[in-house]
């Protein structure tokens, strides 16, 4: 019988040691009084948990959690898979988490530079150019969320094409502005 995979759940400005208890997880304690993050030691996926907003990624072998010196959950940056994978693997995990932003009401930023990321030959070309095209989306005036895919490339084998995608959420940080044409 598999294990089942790790969860943490959680909402931006909640309590960390909340989101300790309430997720099946291996994040550390909190360091008291002072601005930390919690990191992973196991994959877990995530669960965002938001009455409008919410959306759930595959397990993610790099996932952490930061929170203020008031221990409350103020960012989390995680890579949505437990190792790089082929770009058809990356777009398909892409792909669907877009779709659960599009489901769940977020807006993707206007920018040409911020798009959503499309699954087309040649997005594919600039991903494969190691151009890490990255999108930006947001949920009302609630919550930002960057996506971004990587190259990943190693000496001893040149020739693997492997990628690498992060996930940064936020308070809102970033200004929409919109292409000036």
């Known amino acids: 019988m598999a294990k089942p995979v790790d969860e943490v759940v959680l909402t931006l400005g909640e309590p960390y040691e909340q989101v300790r208890k309430q997720s099946h997880s291996t994040l550390p304690p909190i360091e008291p009084n002072t601005s930390w993050a919690g990191v992973l030691i196991r994959p877990a996926k995530l669960r965002f948990v938001d009455p409008h907003y919410d959306f759930v990624t595959p397990a993610a072998k790099f996932f952490m959690v930061q929170y203020d010196q008031k221990g409350k959950v103020e960012s989390l940056v995680l890579s949505p898979q437990v190792e790089t994978l082929p770009l058809d693997e990356s777009m398909a995990i892409l792909t669907d988490l877009q779709n659960q932003f599009r489901r769940g009401g977020w807006k993707p930023f206007h920018s040409s530079a911020t798009r959503p990321i499309e699954d087309t030959q040649a997005t594919r070309n600039t991903i494969r150019a190691c151009d890490a ?19 990943f490339r190693t000496d001893d084998r ?11 959420l936020n308070f809102p940080v970033f200004e929409d502005n919109r292409d000036d044409y």
């Open 133 to 151: 095209p990255t999108t930006r989306w947001q949920a009302g005036n609630k919550y930002q969320v960057s996506l971004n895919i990587r190259c």
């Open 158 to 168: 040149p020739n693997d094409e492997r990628y690498l995608i992060t996930l940064d």
